[in-house]
C-alpha cells in the first residue's frame, strides 16, 4: 500500500485542518499538514486603536479567547512600557491558570480520550469491578457501583436507541482500542461527569472579566475594581467563590484527571515510542509575580532546547529578528522580497494568494504551496511548543514539582525517560502541567488576598492613558503561554494608530507546512516517527498523535471571502 491516506477534516478540533499522509505500505513516510481557512486578523487590526486590539483579537478563536486578550494588552503595555499593578498580574495569573486547567481536561475528555477509550466497550463492563478500579485509584467520592450503573444505562439508551449522540462516529471495536470494559466505562462516566464540572468552573473568568467566552480586559490592568464591602465591585463573597472554584478544579485534577491519565496510558505504552516529532522546543514564559519582562519572577521559564538536550536552555529573544521569523514557502501567501525569505513579525505581512487546486480536490500539491498556515522558526528550526515543551523546560531548569511529577509519572508506567518525547509523553505532560498549574492558583489567590488584607486594592495603572503622552512611534510584543504553547503578539504603533499587527500562535508553531529548507513542522515531523495504520479508512492512529497536540487551527488561520469582498464590519462605540 503506497497510496496517501487523507483526513480532512481532523474532527474533535478547534477549526479545519486537513492531514494527507504518504504510505510506504501501513508504514507513514511522509505527512503534510494543511490548514485550510485563510488567515486575515492582522488585516482587521490596522489603523485601530491600540487600546481596543484586544477586543478583537479575542476573537480570533471561540476556545482560546482569554489569551489572545491577554497577549494583545500584554504587546501595547509593552510598546508603551506602561507596568501595571501587583494585583492586576495576580488576577491573570488566575485567569490565565484556569483557563489552563478547564481547557486542558476539556481536551483530554472531550476531545482526546475518545482516541483510547471504547465507548461501545463499556457497555460489557461490570460496574462493581468498575468501582473497585476507580477506588484502586483515587478517594474520588463518585465511585460506587450503583453510579456506574447509572452512567451505563445512560449509555446503553443511546446505543440502543441508534443515536449515539455526543459518541456518533466513533471507530468502536478498532482494534487499537486496549482498555478493558470496566476501564471504558470509568472513562466515560468521568467524560460525562467533566461536562458538568466545567459549567462550574467557567465562572472564575465571569466574576473577574465578566463574562465567558470573551471574558473584559483592559490595557494597564484589570477591568474589576476591588471593594470588599460592594456590590459593584469584587467583594467578599466574590473572593469566597473564586476560592471554592479554586479547590473544586484542584479536587478534580488530582482525583480523576491525574488518575485516569496514568491509568489508560498503562494500557498504550507502546506509543511512548511514536510520535515524536522534531525533538526541539520552545517556551516564551509566563505567571510573572513582578513582571512579564522579569524572568526570574516567571514560573513557567523563557528558552530553547534543541535536540532533545536538557542540559542546556538556550535564550530566546522576542524582538530579535535573528531569533524568530515566519516563512511561507509552501504557504499560499506572497511576501514583497519573495516566498524564501522570513520576517520577523514587527515586518510581518500578511498578502494572501491561494494557489492550490479549486475544492474538490483529491490530493495537494505539496511540492508547492498547501497551507493558510505560515512555518515559524527560532533561528531557522521549527520548534514544538504546548505542555510537553513546558514540562521540559520546568524540568530542565529544576522545579522540584515538575521533577517529582515526571519522575513518579516514568515509575509508575516503567517507561524510560525518552518516553517523554512521544505521543503519549505529550498527553501525559498536559496532564502535569494542570496539577502544577492548579497548585499554583492557590498561591495567586492567598497572595492577593494578603495584597488586599495590606490595603492594596489598585487593580489599574490609569498614567499613559491618554494618547497625547505617547511617543509618535512604538513596538512591542506581547506573550505569554497559552494553553497549546506559546503564544505572542507582535504590534507596531504609528500616530497613536496600528500600523502592523502580527499573531504567532501554537498551532502555527506546530501545525506549520515545510519551510524553505524542507524542514517538516511539529505535527508533519510527529506523523513521521514510528506510525503504522492498520486500516486507512479507520486512521485512528493519525488523530491519537494530531489531538496530543490539541489542534486549535482557528487560531491560526481565518475566514475571508474568496472574491475579497468585506464579510462584516465592526464599530466600536
Known sequence: MNERVVVDPITRIEGHLRIEAQMDGNRIAQAYSSGTMVRGIEIILRDRDPRDAWAFAQRICGVCTLVHGIASVRAVEDALDYPIPPNAQLIRNL?????YVHDHVMHFYHLHALDWVDVVSALGADPKATSDLAQSL?????????????????????????????????????PAYKLPPEANLMAVAHYLEALAWQRDVARLHTIFGGKNPHPNFVVGGVPCPIDLN????????????????????????????VPDTLAIAGFYKDWAARG???GNFLTYGDFPEKGMNDPSSLLIPPGVILNRDLSTIHEIDMNSPEHIKEFISHSWYDYSGGKDQGLHPYEGETELNYTGPQPPYRHLDVDQSYSWLKSPRWKGKAMEVGPLARVLMLYASGHEQTRELVNMTLSKLDVPVTALFSTLGR?????????????????????????????????FNETLWEPSSWPRQAKGVGFMEAPRGGLAHWI???NEKIANYQAVVPSTWNAGPRDSEGQPGPY??????????????????????????????ACAVHVTDPDGEELVKVKVC
Not at 445512560?154 to 478498532?174: C, D, M, P, R
Not at 502535569?432 to 492594596?456: C, F, H, R, S
Request: net charge negative; with cysteine; hydrophobic share 35%.
Open 95 to 99: 485567569m490565565i491558570g484556569a483557563q
Open 427 to 459: 498527553t501525559a505532560a498536559r496532564t502535569l502541567e494542570t496539577k502544577i498549574i492548579a497548585d499554583n492558583m492557590q498561591v495567586w489567590y492567598d497572595n492577593l488576598i494578603a495584597n488586599i488584607k495590606g490595603g492594596d486594592t489598585r487593580t
Open 138 to 174: 483515587s478517594n474520588y467520592p463518585k465511585s460506587s457501583p450503583g453510579y456506574f450503573s447509572d452512567m451505563q444505562k445512560k449509555l446503553k439508551t443511546f446505543v440502543e436507541s441508534g443515536q449515539l449522540g455526543i459518541f456518533a462516529n466513533g471507530y468502536w471495536g478498532h
Open 524 to 553: 508533519e515531523a510527529a506523523l513521521e516517527d514510528n506510525h503504522e495504520m492498520y486500516d486507512p479508512k479507520q486512521p485512528i492512529e493519525i488523530l491519537r498523535t494530531i489531538h496530543s497536540f490539541d489542534p486549535c487551527i
Open 492 to 494: 507596531v504603533i504609528e
Open 276 to 278: 515524536e516529532g522534531i
Open 230 to 257: 460592594s456590590d459593584s465591585a469584587l467583594n467578599s463573597a466574590q473572593f469566597a467563590e473564586v476560592q471554592n472554584i479554586i479547590k473544586k478544579m484542584q479536587s478534580f485534577v488530582d482525583q480523576v484527571y
